[in-house]
C-alpha cells in the first residue's frame, strides 16, 4: 500500500515499525502530543472512561499515568497527578482548592518560591495568607479563621530542617484540609496521608527522580481531591510532558536504596560537621541537637533524609570562601537531592525573596548553608570539607 503513496505522505505519516508481539522490556517514551481515535465513538468511550484510553497530552498520557501511579502507590494513597514542576504542583493544588476572599494558613519556614506564590496570590488575587509558626500546632490553630480553606506545610522544612508533628497539626486544624510538601522527606521515611493529610506533593525534580536532571511536580490523595487538581493543571497548562515522566519512572526505581545512602551519609556528615570550630551549628534532625529529635525519632524512624544546614563563624565572607573552595569536589548547585553532594546558599539563592530581616529572624543567617548529600562515598565527602573549612 505504501508505494502508492507520494513521498510527503511517507514522510508525514511516517516513522512507524512493523508490529510486534514481544512486550518492549521498558516502558516506552509516548513522546505524542494527540492519541487517533477510531471515531467519535472512540471519543465517547475514552471521555467518559467506559473505555481506557487518552485524547490529548495535556489532559493525559501513558507515563503521566505510569509515574503518578507509583507515587501514589508509594504514599499509601488513591491517585496521583503530576505536573510540570513541583512550584505547577503548588499553583495546581492552590488554584483548584481555593478562590478569592479564601484564608490560607501556611508554615512560615517553606521553600522561598512557596511563600512567594503565596503571597503573590494574596496581593494580586484576593487570597489571605497568615505565616505561622509550624511548630506548635496550637499557633496554627490560633491563626484559623472562618474563611480558612487550606493549610500548608512541609514535613522537613527548607533549608532549617524543622520536622513538623502532622498527626497533633491534623488534630489542630479540625476540618481545614492540610496539604503537604514531602519532598524533603519522601515517602520512604514519611506517608503524610498516613498521618491524615488531604494531599501531598514533591518536587520530583529532587529526589523522586534523583538525578539532577529533570524538572517535575506531582500531587497525591484521595481520588475527588486529586481529580480537581488535574482538572486544573490541564486547564491552566500545568502539564508535565512525556521524556519528565518517562526519566522520572527510571530514576524512581532506586528511591529507596539513594535514600538509604543519602540518610546514613548525612547523618556521618552531620556528626562530623558538629565537631568542627569553624562551625557555628549544624542542623540534622538525626543529631541529638537538633529542636526536633524526638519528634524525628518518633515520626521518621527511618532516617533523615540527605539535607543539612550549617552556618559557620565567619558568615558571608566565609560562605563565599567556602564554596569557592569545594567548586571542584561539591559544587555550589541552587537544587538539592542529585546523586552527588551539592551545596548551596539559603539566603542567596531560595530564600533571597524574602524580608531579609525576617528571614535572619526566622533563623536563615547569612553563614547558612545547605548541604544536600548524596550518595557519593562519605569519606570523600568529609575530606573534601575539611579541607575547604580549614581555609576559612
Ligand atoms: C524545589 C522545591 C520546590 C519547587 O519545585 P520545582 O520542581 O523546582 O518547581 C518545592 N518545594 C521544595 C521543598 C523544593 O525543594
Redesign the pocket.
Known sequence: MDEELFDESVCARGGWGDDFTTRPSNPPIYQTTAFDLHGVEQLEAVVSGSERGYIYTRDGNPNHSAFAQDVAKLEHTDAGAVC???????SAILLSHLKSGDHVVAARV??G??SQQLEELAKRFGIEVTFEDSRSPDAMRSAMRDNTKLCLV?SI??PLMEVVDLPALVDAMGDVPVVV?N??ATPCLFRPMEHGAKLV??????YLNGHGDV???VVAGERSAVTRVRRVASLYGLNANPFECWLASRGLRTLPLRIERASSNALRVAEFLEGHAAISRVIYPGLSSHQNFELARRLLPNGCGGMLSFELHSEEAGVRTLLRELAESIPFSP???DVRTTISWPAGT?HKFMDPADRRAWGISDGLVRLSVGIDAVQDVISELDRAIKQL
Not at 510540570?84 to 503548588?90: D, E, K, L, N, W
Request: proline content about 0%; charged content about 15%.
Open positions: 510540570a514542576s513541583g512550584m505547577a504542583a503548588v517553606l521553600y518560591r512557596t512541609e522544612s527548607n510538601d519532598t524533603f506533593f514533591h518536587s520530583a525534580s529532587k524538572m517535575l511536580g537544587t538539592l537531592a531560595s
